[in-house]
């Protein structure tokens, strides 16, 4: 009946009406109480007096709890601002009363309410103590058998700092969520085995299954500010062994009016292990350089495109000429962006392949920047299809960055992927011969062409980790192309960030490289989100090796065997710098690659890519006959993560 009533009534507060009569009652007997301890039990001349001095304490208290209005608090959720206006209106009852006493020791009032100093001041201290310790008793009361008898998951805290504080405080004022904090979690020994806050610290040494299923464990909450992606990625590791939830704190920032809601604690994401830096949208070099500019993004609608979107709408552009021939997701970025309040931007369905119709584009909107974020992107599909990735990467980037400097745009920022570098696909030859092609225009231009580079993004249309998403709500199995394949990964945030700033600090001709981090082995990846799910792997998903791809490597690499990289003043960002010298012959070859690809002769076609990028070796491919075919010396070139590479020239 306890419990039923408990979690039928959990969410509603005792009327204020109620608080407030309980404390004059309270009042009331403290003031009789204060006549005992001074007086004792016996009756006298002095005691007679306090029938009559009842009614007027009863009314004085009732005026001052009104005025300072204590009995509005939710008793449940006591806090140090209810105990302070305890105080003031204890305080303001007995300034009233010794009022009464003075007046009527100089015959103002009767000789009845002559109330002695002692009373006075026993009866405030009592007034202090209980009524303060009544709303905590019944405070920890309500929490203690809510806790016992109530439906309510058990968790723990894991940082016993000024964090894990705020976070156990959410917790236990939250009345729409039945949890209890049963303990934290932290390494420091000083905290260890003792209690904060009427909770015990335990040593993370100590937490294992037996600990977990002995407690009723069901969520462990990782509570630590500023805690690097490495670390967390060690402790989500040991708890995501536990059969428990493991959940995460927002930044400080993310708090809602700077205060912490436990509708905000969220479980872990992958995205949330892989060691990536937070994006700050407060960049002076971005917004000198895009104040007052007509921006022109291609792939507007992709998902690189679109964040070059949300963030450059940050900054005090003059117009956004948004470009991409997706409909349907075009609609929806625009939609967005209207909610948000953004309104100078234009959106455009178009194909980068139609010459006119760019060509008409720039007429009209005359861009001073262009953001180019449109391609075909998915290894297999390209390789099985040459001739759109050509159509899309390679002449889609000519017909932009002719056009570009056509008319005089001041930069233009090409989007390019470490596929490009030493590819053994179709679409990383394409990219790369766009990146040459751009390169090379830089030398004729008074256009700045900027190339950036980068690997995989996380949560990017076609990416591992929305796959893997997928697979896991179906139950599996998850698929690997191969237990060492390595890739690395960046958050779409930072790195659109990084493609602006990027574009704000190019010169022209340079091929700016991202600083991607570690690489992340996609096996492992794999067995983390499945423990991520709340599942077992192998028990309960499975993950099955499918064998690699057509044209796709084992690992990735960001410079070519012919590159070397200069620093910037962004630590995140370097300057690849590779030889131009046969820009000319490296122009005709492309032209008639161009003019080759209206054949839709595919080994045609990859044979004269071959020819444009002498180190794309094809792997896993039926280019591969190509690479045999070729008749030249064997030449030895060393690669940075896959080891020595043999190219036939």
Request: with cysteine; charged share 20%.
């Amino acid at each position: 009946m306890i419990k039923d009533f408990l979690i039928n009534n959990s969410h509603k507060h005792a009327s204020k009406w109620v608080v407030l009569t309980i404390d004059v009652l309270i009042t009331i007997f403290n003031f009789f109480l204060a006549y005992v301890v001074r007086f004792g039990i016996t009756l006298n001349s002095e005691t007679t007096n306090l029938l009559y001095q009842l009614p007027i304490i009863t009314a004085i208290a009732t005026l001052s709890f009104l005025v300072i209005g204590s009995h509005k608090g939710v008793v449940r959720h006591t806090g140090m601002k209810d105990a302070y206006n305890l105080f003031l209106a204890v305080t303001i009852l007995i300034a009233l009363t010794g009022f009464l006493m003075a007046s009527s020791r100089l015959e103002l009032l009767p000789e009845l309410l002559n109330i002695p100093v002692s009373i006075i001041c026993i009866h405030y201290l009592l007034n202090i103590i209980t009524l303060t310790t009544s709303r905590l008793v019944f405070k920890y009361c309500y929490y203690y058998v809510k806790s016992k008898i109530g439906k309510n998951s058990r968790i723990l805290i894991y940082g016993a700092g000024d964090s894990g504080l705020i976070t156990q405080a959410a917790i236990t004022n939250d009345s729409n969520r039945s949890l209890s904090v049963f303990g934290f979690i932290d390494d420091n020994s000083q905290k260890t085995d003792k209690t904060i806050n009427g909770t015990r610290v335990y040593p993370s040494s100590k937490i294992n299954k037996d600990f977990i299923e002995k407690h009723s464990i069901k969520e462990i909450i990782v509570s630590i500010p500023h805690i690097s992606k490495k670390r967390l990625s060690e402790i989500s590791d040991e708890l995501l062994k536990l059969p428990v939830a493991v959940k995460i704190i927002p930044a400080v920032n993310d708090w809602i009016d700077g205060k912490l809601k436990v509708s905000q604690i969220k479980e872990i994401q992958i995205e949330d292990l892989l060691d990536r830096a937070p994006i700050s949208m407060e960049n002076q070099n971005i917004k000198k350089e895009l104040e007052g500019k007509v921006v022109m993004i291609t792939g507007a609608a992709g998902s690189i495109g679109s964040e070059i979107v949300r963030q450059a709408s940050f900054y005090n552009y003059k117009h956004l000429v948004l470009v991409d021939q997706a409909e349907s997701p075009l609609y929806d970025l625009q939609q967005e962006l209207l909610s948000k309040g953004v309104s100078n931007f234009t959106p455009i369905v178009a194909d980068i392949r139609d010459h006119q119709r760019v060509e008409t584009i720039f007429q009209k909107h005359r861009p001073n920047m262009v953001f180019h974020a449109a391609a075909y992107k998915h290894v297999p599909l390209m390789e099985s299809n040459p001739c759109e990735a050509i159509k899309i990467n390679v002449l889609g980037t000519r017909k932009l960055a002719d056009l570009s400097s056509q008319f005089g745009v001041d930069k233009f920022v090409f989007v390019s992927t470490d596929k490009a570098v030493n590819p053994t696909n179709v679409m990383g030859a394409t990219k790369r011969v766009a990146e040459m092609y751009i390169k090379c225009l830089h030398r004729t231009s008074k256009t700045k062409f900027i190339t950036t580079r980068f690997g995989n993004v996380l949560g990017s249309n076609g990416s591992v980790i929305p796959l893997f998403k997928k697979q896991i709500q179906k139950g599996g199995p998850l698929t690997v192309t191969h237990k060492d394949v390595t890739r690395f990964f960046m958050t779409i945030p930072e790195a659109s960030q990084l493609v602006i700033e990027a574009g704000t600090m190019g010169n022209g001709g340079e091929i700016f490289i991202f600083d991607m981090g570690e690489s992340v082995k996609i096996f492992d990846l794999a067995k983390k989100m499945i423990r991520l799910s709340g599942l077992r792997y192998p028990e309960d998903i499975d993950i099955e090796i499918s064998g690699l791809r057509p044209g796709e490597k084992l690992y990735e690499e960001l410079l070519a065997d012919t590159e070397n990289t200069l620093p910037t003043y962004h630590k995140k960002i370097m300057i690849s710098k590779f030889n131009d010298d046969d820009c000319e012959m490296i122009m005709d070859k492309i032209d008639d690659l161009c003019i080759m690809n209206l054949l839709n002769q595919d080994h045609q076609i990859v044979g004269k890519l071959k020819e444009i990028v002498p180190e794309f070796i094809s792997n896993n491919s039926t280019f591969e006959s190509i690479d045999k075919m070729n008749k030249g010396v064997v030449k030895v070139v060393k690669g940075n993560t896959q080891g020595n590479r043999k190219i036939l020239v």
